[in-house]
Structures are given as structure tokens and as C-alpha cells.
């Protein structure tokens, strides 16, 4: 598994458990990074995940109202937490990371959601990122 894969899992962990938890991102954000110091061999790994929730908590106002509009008939309310998460990650790597071309940010997008989330979830966060990237 690449670095990029496990950063964007230790992304998802991140945006989750604060969601999940109703905490503050950049809270969380600072634990991790006192965790990562200690593991110095995660490194790489912990990198882009910082990249990635700091470009969530930067951007996060334009990613929901993207999630929003694209994501047919689904509030970000009514998504599960962990299609929440990964569809922010997604949206962030589409719109603001040009160095992650399309079609990887949704692939890995959708085994995210495959691997955490529901059966339904792949097909789910597929479409919304597909729309999104399409109007792009």
C-alpha cells in the first residue's frame, strides 16, 4: 500500500472521530500530530494526512456545499459519518490537490468507502465524486 493510501486512511480516522465525537478538526488534528512525532517511521504517511484535514479545514464550507449540491437527494446530515469523511477527502484531492490526478482521487475515494462504510457506499461516494469532478 502506498504512502498516499494509508495517509488518506489516516485522514479518514481523523475527520471521522472528530465528527463522530462532535470535537473540534484542528484539535484533533494537533493529537495526531503529537502521536506522529513519536512515530517517526509513519512519516511519509502522516504528511499528506496532515495535508489533506488541513485542506479540509480550510476548504470546508466550499467541500459540504459541493458534497451538497452533487450528492442527489442526501443531506450531509443523513450520510453515514464515514461517507462523510471520505467524500471530504475526495472532494479536497479533486478541487485543491493538483498533484492527485481525478480518476485516482475517486478510486481511492471509493475503496474507502468500500472498505469502512456500507455495501452501498462505493457506488454512493462513485457518483457524487463523478459529478463533482465532471463540473469541475
Do not use: C
Request: hydrophobic share 50%; proline share 3%; net charge negative.
Amino acid at each position: 500500500m502506498s504512502a498516499r493510501s494509508k495517509a488518506r486512511k489516516r485522514a479518514l480516522d481523523i475527520l471521522f472521530q472528530a465528527d463522530v465525537r462532535g470535537e473540534d478538526l484542528p484539535s484533533m488534528l494537533a493529537v495526531e500530530a503529537k502521536r506522529a512525532a513519536s512515530e517517526p517511521a509513519r512519516e511519509a504517511s502522516w504528511l499528506y494526512a496532515r495535508d489533506i484535514v488541513d485542506g479540509v479545514i480550510d476548504n470546508r464550507d466550499a467541500i459540504d456545499e459541493q458534497i451538497t449540491t452533487f450528492a442527489k437527494d442526501w443531506t450531509l446530515a443523513r450520510m453515514p459519518a464515514v461517507d462523510r469523511a471520505v467524500l471530504r477527502i475526495g472532494v479536497w484531492e479533486i478541487l485543491y490537490n493538483d498533484e492527485v490526478p481525478v480518476a485516482v482521487a475517486i478510486d481511492e475515494a471509493v475503496e474507502l468507502a468500500k472498505e469502512f462504510s456500507t455495501d452501498d457506499s462505493g457506488a454512493f461516494v462513485h457518483g457524487v465524486l463523478a459529478r463533482i469532478a465532471r463540473a469541475s
